[in-house]
């Protein structure tokens, strides 16, 4: 990636020209006397450090042995759109899989270490779409065998809320709809490139968990391509209706554990998995058959859990073996 190695470059030259790197300030002592310049760094320095840091993380992650196994791609990558970098993970051949879900992850995930792990490292939200895939058991890295084929997107195309804001209680908290309303239309827009590039079809599946799930909401509001969406550990989807989401509500599933607060909130549209109006097909977290139970808000994707095996099959196209039978509605 060559674009890559000459974003590194003109980083380099930015901070090496960048004044000034910190500010001096002239401190009087009381009653007098001699004084003198403090120095402190300069904020904004520091910030186009940071990003230097998480520009080589990137670098470093996608040319690791691992990518490499994996046959990952970065579709983009934005440093000037928002506070953090903006990127979209591409895991397996995404223009030719027959499966292809695309995953938004939610609250205080970043590029680092979201997306892209510090020293050559798996992102952890990159991390959750490549257990979807080895869990359904298709075809995604290169050189697998396998009649039917699969590839995920993990996309961080916004800026995903972060405690500090939230404590803040700024309107890009988690407590704002902001950043997921503003995350809509680019997200739909990735649907809608991405079913256009294919070559052929795809099954496309259109993923979130936590505020990502928020997300996907509004860019489902905007977008007709994904056939099947699946959220987990979910505010709300900014409806619980299929209309309002251009879905059919036997495409539509949602898991959410007990003792999961975000997911039980509503706060956005109502809880997919609880709401009683709900269209969403309710997917069990609990141990059933060879499977463990999924606890609180984060171990959706674990491996060997229900809740992974459930979303690996709506990711392939396969109706979930463990279904809430009570959020089956007859229409």
């Known amino acids: 990636m060559a674009w890559l190695a000459c974003m590194q470059k003109e980083m380099d030259q930015q901070i090496a020209d960048f004044e000034p790197k910190s500010n001096k300030i002239w401190y009087s002592p009381p009653g007098g006397g001699g004084g003198y310049y403090t120095e402190t760094p300069n904020p904004e320095y520091e910030a186009l450090l940071k990003k230097r840091e998480e520009l080589n993380n990137v670098s470093a992650s996608l040319n690791s042995e691992e990518s490499r196994k994996a046959g990952r791609t970065l579709l983009f990558l934005d440093n000037s759109s928002g506070d953090h970098f903006r990127a979209a993970v591409g895991s397996g051949d995404i223009d030719n899989a027959d499966h292809v879900m695309v995953f938004t992850p939610g609250m205080t995930t970043q590029a680092t270490p979201g997306l892209f792990g510090e020293n050559g490292s798996t992102g952890s939200a990159v991390q959750s779409s490549e257990n979807i895939l080895n869990e359904s058991g298709l075809a995604w890295k290169p050189g697998d065998k396998g009649q039917e084929t699969a590839a995920a997107v ?178």
């Open 154 to 331: 993990t996309w961080l195309g916004y800026d995903a809320p972060n405690w500090s804001e939230t404590l803040r209680g700024t309107d890009s908290s988690v407590l704002s709809s902001k950043e997921a309303q503003s995350a809509g239309p680019d997200l739909a827009s990735f649907y809608d490139g991405l079913q256009e590039t294919h070559h052929g079809d795809p099954h496309l599946v259109a993923a979130g968990h936590s505020y990502g799930s928020t997300a996907t909401g509004y860019a489902l509001r905007e977008s007709n391509a994904p056939d099947d969406v699946v959220v987990w550990g979910s505010p709300g989807v900014t409806s619980v209706d299929a209309s309002d989401l251009g879905m059919l509500p036997d495409h539509m599933y949602a898991v959410g554990t007990g003792d999961d607060m975000i997911a039980s909130s509503g706060r956005y549209g109502g809880d997919p998995s609880s709401h009683p109006e709900s269209d969403f097909t309710t997917l069990l977290t609990t141990k059933q058959g060879p499977y463990l139970h999924s606890e609180w808000h984060s171990s959706y994707t674990d491996k060997d859990t229900t809740s992974l095996h459930n979303i690996s099959q709506v990711m392939k196209d396969q109706t979930p073996s463990y279904v809430d039978q009570r959020s089956i509605r007859s229409n």
